[in-house]
């Protein structure tokens, strides 16, 4: 089954890549609130960086993953949430995520033909702060209003920024102020 699905997105791939200059693939994947990659993680984003896919972001852990590049291909394991108020919520796990930026470059020779180049990948960790479960606010960890809101912003940032860059040491977050 799983040669199967792999047959369909491959056939899949190739039918589009042609069409677009830059391929973006969203995941469904990982398990929940486990902050490593599984091997079907690693075994898909290989599998679609060898088809030329330019960015792969997943989702579904609600907690954040590691970002590294495999080739060209930029891998964002997991953005965590974005906004939650889940139970399930420990030492901030379901209410840190990440917003995560790519420079696109595209480059047209005098042939006509063209290239893209992933550059300046950045990231910034945000918190979401409510109070009962009411007024919502989601606080970038580099304003410096995070304290306000997170009287342990500093620990909480070195956590979650040592999650983002556990496979890859070079990979850039926000620092906070």
Not at 74 to 80: H, N
Not at 154 to 175: C, L
């Amino acid at each position: 089954k799983k040669k199967k699905k792999k047959t369909t997105v491959k056939q899949d791939i190739e039918n589009i890549r042609n069409k677009v200059d830059v391929l973006i693939v969203a995941m469904h994947f990982g398990e929940e609130y486990n902050f490593n990659t599984t091997w079907y993680q690693e075994d898909s984003s290989n599998f679609l960086s060898s088809l030329g896919v330019d960015i792969i972001i997943g989702t579904h852990s609600h907690v954040l993953g590691p970002i590294k590049w495999i080739n060209n291909t930029l891998v964002i394991y997991s953005l965590g949430n974005f906004l939650s108020a889940q139970e399930t919520n420990i030492d901030y796990n379901t209410t840190v995520g990440l917003l995560s930026t790519v420079k696109i470059t595209k480059h047209i020779d005098k042939d006509n033909n063209t290239s893209i180049k992933l550059s300046n990948q950045t990231n910034e960790l945000i918190y979401t702060y409510s109070k009962n479960n009411k007024d919502y606010k989601v606080i970038p960890f580099s304003n410096p209003d995070i304290k306000t809101y997170l009287s342990d912003y500093e620990r909480v940032y070195n956590k979650y920024a040592s999650v983002i860059k556990n496979m890859d040491n070079t990979i850039e977050v926000n620092s906070i102020n």
